[in-house]
């Protein structure tokens, strides 16, 4: 099976634009989650959809925004970037059907940069 | 915010020697998950492990949980210079749910 694929993976982008970055999880996943990775905060939790509903939510602003589409690709948003949000945003997929015990498979990330 | 922290931040061993790393955690969890990460790119699943397991191993990595400890260690023995990179402990499954929250890693060095 082909793995979790994000595009694109490099991004510059300058204060006030807007972003949409992309995830395909691994065929027959329906749970996509997203995560932010910064050298200051770690690795954190922005969202979880599966099946085209969000289902968790982490401790972003409301900039942060996401969708997931009926074949479980997933998209966020982040709106008027601050020079903050410059981190690798990294997707995962799992069938999500498990109650919380199943392996989370990672795509590559996308590094955003903002100036 | 972190759930977990991890012991310790840095760890540089010899080629061929055994590398131990200890996870940290502050509430009840599910599973405990380990993950490496090579240069800042994505993560890569290493093992799982239940709540109600006590220990896992997958090739040359075992890994223990105590859960009245609220502690996890990964130990990867005889060491390759391809081991070099970032180990992540994540807890999820918290109400059910995908969330996983993550340590502050663990970055080790093997010396050829």
């Known amino acids: 099976k082909a793995g979790v694929t994000q595009t694109p993976r490099y991004l510059i982008k300058t204060r006030g634009q807007q972003v949409t970055l992309s995830c395909s999880p691994i065929?027959?996943?329906?749970?996509v989650s997203w995560y932010q990775q910064t050298p200051g905060q770690g690795l954190q939790f922005l969202f979880e959809?599966?099946?085209?509903?969000?289902?968790n939510k982490g401790n972003f602003p409301g900039r942060f925004s996401g969708r997931q589409f009926s074949n479980s690709r997933s998209e966020m948003n982040v709106s008027t970037l601050e020079l903050g949000d410059s981190a690798l945003y990294l997707c995962?997929?799992?069938?999500?059907?498990?109650?919380?015990?199943?392996?989370?498979?990672f795509g590559p990330g996308t590094r955003l940069l903002v100036l | 915010s972190q759930q977990g922290e991890e012991d310790p931040q840095a760890l540089s061993i010899q080629e061929g020697e055994n590398a131990t790393m200890n996870c940290s955690y502050k509430?009840?969890?599910?599973?405990l998950q380990w993950y490496r990460q090579n240069s800042g790119r994505g993560l890569v699943h290493l093992i799982l492990?239940?709540?109600?397991?006590r220990e896992k191993h997958s090739g040359r990595l075992r890994v223990t949980l105590d859960t009245s400890k609220k502690s996890s260690s990964l130990l990867i023995t005889a060491s390759r210079a391809a081991d070099t990179a970032s180990y992540f402990c994540?807890?999820?499954?918290?109400?059910?749910?995908?969330?996983?929250?993550f340590g502050t890693g663990t970055r080790l060095t093997i010396i050829p």
């Open positions: 995962a997929s799992s069938y999500g059907t498990s109650g919380g015990v199943e392996t989370q498979y």
């Open positions: 065929s027959g996943h329906r749970s």
């Open positions: 959809y599966f099946s085209e509903t969000q289902r």
């Open positions: 509430t009840s969890i599910n599973n």
């Open positions: 492990i239940r709540s109600n397991e």
């Open positions: 994540a807890t999820g499954g918290l109400r059910g749910n995908e969330k996983l929250t």
